[in-house]
T-cell receptor
Framework: KQEVTQIPAALSVPEGENLVLNCSFT??????LQWFRQDPGKGLTSLLL?????REQTSGRLNASLDKSSGRSTLYIAASQPGDSATYLC?????????FGQGTTLQVKP | GAGVSQTPSNKVTEKGKYVELRCDPI?????LYWYRQSLGQGPEFLIY????????DSGLPNDRFFAVRPEGSVSTLKIQRTERGDSAVYLC?????????????FGPGTRLTVL
């Protein structure tokens, strides 16, 4: 059974810092991995999708990497801003449905 | 439509009542998913439709939960004899095509509170 773990559960950083969020999964037979952002009381916004054959994806200040063989992904956020404060979720797909981690709640302090 | 929409945004009901939650997927998306998110947790898969048929309902917790998608577009999640443990945010997502490689787009969710 696929299990997804995100570390840390919560993170607080001063504005301007670069930071890394971690995601690990137990079954490397995945089709893709998605990173989402969730603001309090809101739905999920897709940030990046990495196909199983890819190593990384970039969008603006965000860079996601995937090491399928070791069951790990990282989300790198450069030059963090207070507006980046949210919960970040990673999810893997191997049969179409997504299996989510519990998320990392990020607070960026001005 | 521009995105996935869900109605109602909030639903408060009493234990034992019946509720229906609606999802309108992005136009042209053939795959539709329902997830449930409890406070402080990641979403958990409930059921997946490809077209009109339920391709995977392995996540439905028990037979009080049922979902339909009669015309291959709008879907309704139905919960009978609601219990307090059913309180959660119910999320719907849609995806273009059958390919597992495609991105899922989520709606804003319906917050269900069972008193």
């Amino acid at each position: 059974k696929q299990e997804v773990t995100q570390i840390p559960a919560a993170l607080s950083v001063p504005e301007g810092e670069n930071l890394v969020l971690n995601c690990s999964f137990t079954d490397s037979a995945i089709y893709n991995l998605q990173w989402f952002r969730q603001d309090p009381g809101k739905g999920l916004t897709s940030l990046l999708l990495i196909q199983s054959s890819q190593r990384e994806q970039t969008s603006g200040r965000l860079n996601a990497s995937l090491d399928k063989s070791s069951g790990r992904s990282t989300l790198y956020i450069a030059a963090s801003q207070p507006g980046d404060s949210a919960t970040y979720l990673c999810a893997v797909s191997n049969t179409g449905k997504l299996i989510f981690g519990q998320g990392t709640t990020l607070q960026v302090k001005p | 439509g521009a995105g996935v929409s869900q109605t109602p945004s909030n639903k408060v009901t009493e234990k034992g009542k019946y509720v229906e939650l609606r999802c309108d997927p992005i136009s042209g998306h053939t795959a539709l998913y329902w997830y449930r998110q409890s406070l402080g947790q990641g979403p958990e898969f409930l059921i997946y439709f490809q077209g009109t048929g339920a391709a995977d309902d392995s996540g439905l917790p028990n037979d009080r939960f049922f979902a339909v998608r009669p015309e291959g577009s709008v879907s309704t999640l139905k919960i009978q004899r609601t219990e307090r443990g059913d309180s959660a945010v119910y999320l719907c997502a849609s995806k273009r095509g059958e390919g597992a490689y495609n991105e899922q787009f989520f709606g804003p969710g319906t917050r269900l509170t069972v008193l």
